[in-house]
């Protein structure tokens, strides 16, 4: 029983490494699968973005999706990133991709008109 232990055998079904991580997929899950979580709305870009997007059209994205005293701050090659109050009137940094109209990030700033 022991040299089959220190041999490198398993004993009672037990497997040679952890179930997650680059040794496997935990609970039988598929590797590499896309889970839905709680930010996906913000994730999935709007209809309609076949090419870049300005700023004036990731402004109004912005607003679309109850976003209000929208301001382009910067733009960085692809990336724009703007300012407006969101749904609970918190001030966020947004930051938008122009190729796919997804937002990409999202920083709370402060309240309202006052910051942080």
């Known amino acids: ?13 037990q497997s040679g490494g952890p179930s997650g ?7 039988g899950q598929v590797r590499n699968a896309v889970v839905p979580g709680p ?3 913000y994730e ?3 209809a309609g973005t076949a090419s870049r997007m300005d700023d004036d059209a990731a402004a109004r994205m912005l607003r679309g999706r109850g976003f209000s005293n929208v301001s382009v701050v ?5 990336t724009i990133i703007l300012e407006a ?7 966020v940094q947004v ?8 937002i990409s990030g999202m ?9 942080y």
Do not use: C, Q
């Open 1 to 13: 029983m022991l040299t089959g232990l220190i041999a490198g055998s398993t004993a009672h079904g």
């Open 21 to 27: 991580g680059p040794w496997g997929t935990p609970y």
């Open 39 to 41: 930010y996906a709305p």
């Open 44 to 46: 999935t870009p709007p």
């Open 74 to 78: 910067r733009r960085r090659g692809a």
């Open 85 to 91: 109050n969101g749904p609970r009137d918190e001030r």
């Open 95 to 102: 930051v938008v991709d122009s190729a796919s109209g997804a």
């Open 107 to 115: 920083k709370v700033i402060g309240f309202g008109d006052k910051r």
